[in-house]
């Protein structure tokens, strides 16, 4: 109990505990400015990195209380907590927006939920790595996966500084984020356990999941492609971007397969845009004129 008036708590020893606690923290990551972002091509398989200005909002709403007895766990909600707020610099690492498919021939019924889980168990490696090759303490940096991220419309990692205006560390992990997962690879690849373990996924900070929602087996099937492609950096393009770069036209205007600019082809065409890319691998989303029926 607390003595507000006296400023003093009092604590009250427990003679035996039957449950542990674990926090419940919901965390909004919203990216307000991309200092860069690149496409991260394998051979056939791109992922979309990037890294910038964000704004983190986190807010305790709750604890949950597991039983070691195995008794379903008994949930607690706090009101009136404060959220905290932090404008620092984040790291992030998605799948390409509307260039998922080809995920499937590699995990039949690829989905959301199961990149997701793929995806937050590839964070967990991750920071690993980046603590043990000495970047940084693991109070230094924060990760979270974001089970779909709108600017993306895809699962999302997000590393950011745990400082307001950050450290620099996102911008060295951009740097070398092919180290890194080459090194979670080796790391996942190597380790004999079944499920997981403290040893490979588990995370040594915080997880906001409790540790579930991961995969150790889609992971490594993910992660395949990975090993023996040479890695190559391509352009990306936003929408924002794509509309100062390239002339807009109608949605009747190009098929796929049709030179939409010198040295770029339309790949795709969703209701809203012609997706281009080059031979290089850069891409670009390029809204039609006419706007959206």
């Not at 560390?169 to 951009?174: E, G, Q, V, Y």
């Amino acid at each position: 109990s607390v003595d507000h008036a006296n400023k003093k708590a009092i604590f009250k020893v427990l003679p035996s505990f039957e449950y542990y606690t674990h926090p419940v923290v919901k965390t909004t990551i919203t990216i307000q400015s991309a200092t860069k972002e690149e496409i991260l091509n394998y051979g056939n398989y791109s992922l979309l990195i990037g890294y910038g200005n964000v704004d983190v909002n986190s807010s305790l709403t709750g604890y949950l209380r597991f039983y070691q007895d195995g008794r379903k766990p008994w949930r607690s909600e706090l009101k009136n907590t404060n959220p905290k707020d932090l404008k620092t610099t984040g790291f992030w690492l998605t799948l390409v927006p509307n260039k998922t498919g080809v995920w499937n021939s590699l995990i039949p019924g690829f989905s959301n939920q199961k990149s997701f889980h793929i995806l937050h168990t590839l964070e967990h490696l991750l920071l690993r790595e980046i603590v043990e090759h000495g970047y940084c303490d693991t109070e230094d940096i924060i990760g979270y996966t974001k089970e779909e991220y709108s600017g993306y419309s895809n699962p999302t990692i997000f590393f950011y500084d745990n400082y307001y205006k950050g450290l620099g560390l996102s911008h060295k992990i951009f740097d070398n984020i092919e180290n890194l997962i080459s090194k979670a690879i080796i790391r996942i690849m190597s380790c004999t356990c079944y499920e997981g373990c403290p040893a490979c996924i588990y995370k040594r900070a915080y997880c906001e999941y409790n540790e579930k929602f991961t995969n150790k087996d889609l992971t490594k099937e993910f992660l395949k492609p990975l090993i023996l492609t040479q890695t190559r950096r391509s352009k990306y393009l936003d929408q924002t971007n794509s509309s100062l770069k390239f002339t807009q036209y109608a949605r009747d205007k190009f098929d796929v397969g049709d030179e939409y600019i010198p040295g770029w082809t339309v790949t795709e065409k969703n209701d809203v845009e012609y997706i281009i890319e080059t031979a290089a691998g850069d891409i670009a989303y390029c809204t039609f004129e006419d706007g959206l029926y």
